[in-house]
């Protein structure tokens, strides 16, 4: 199949201006990584212009290699020690009242990172009280005890992605399991944390598995939804499907809604962390109005 041409509403804002300077220079004087350049997300004019970055912990090289991700497969480097510090000084020069942390998959590990989450995100509360903290965790191999020592820190929201429909996954996501990353959703509900999931359109879903896969997130806990559409980043990832209508997406959203959940984002160009600040008041709920 040739290459879809690409529709009007996917043009993007290029990077550049101050802004997007400045999160440059920060995140390369700290040795840090984002997950906005790795995974060459779309958004990056528009979300570094308007000082907001998602940085990425545990290396740039993952040991898994899903076939919609642009990030490097390989051997990871091991964990750098500073990291947890250096994250919570990025956070604050950047004056970040709600940050976002992802990670790669560290299958090599034998706690996948958890340990290494857990203290990254304290060093980051200690030096960011008033920080609104969301983690979009990889699923730890699906292991309880390792989400709950990641779980000792206590992120404000818990991202982890179903990324697509559950016919799917398997091509989509190679090592990860649909049912696996719903039970990991439905660990961190049961825990009283609040769950978020993201899922891609345009790999070749159907509107029923959309659905069904809203249904699913809301059976294990998760009410915050984040759908988008997916965008081939090098040719060696899977070809898009179909382009999605804003107007299609705008029907997600409100489906999503109407079944429960209290946080949906639709939209060509949104991503798990696209937007995230949006939810802060459901975080935090009054008492940050009055800072
Ligand atoms: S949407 Fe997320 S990953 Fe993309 S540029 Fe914005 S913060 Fe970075």
Redesign the pocket.
Known sequence: MGELRKPEWLKIKLPGGEGYAQVNAVVKKHGLH???SS?M?P??GE??GNG???LMILGDICTRSCKFCATATGKPLPPNSHEPANVAQTVKIMGLSYC?ITSVDRDDLPDHGAKHWRDTINAIRRENPETTIEVLIPDFDGKPELLDLFLESAPDVVGHNLETVERLTPQVRTKASYRRSLAVLEHIAKKGFRAKSGIMLGLGETREEIIQTLDDLLSVGCRMVTIGQYLRPRPENLPVQRYVTPQEFEEYKQIALQKGFEFAESGPLV?S??HADKAKHLVRGCCTSNH
Do not use: K, L, Q
Request: aromatic share 12%; with cysteine.
């Open positions: 984002t997950i906005c995974g997300c958004n990056i979300c570094w907001v970055a998602t976002v991503r962390s696209y």
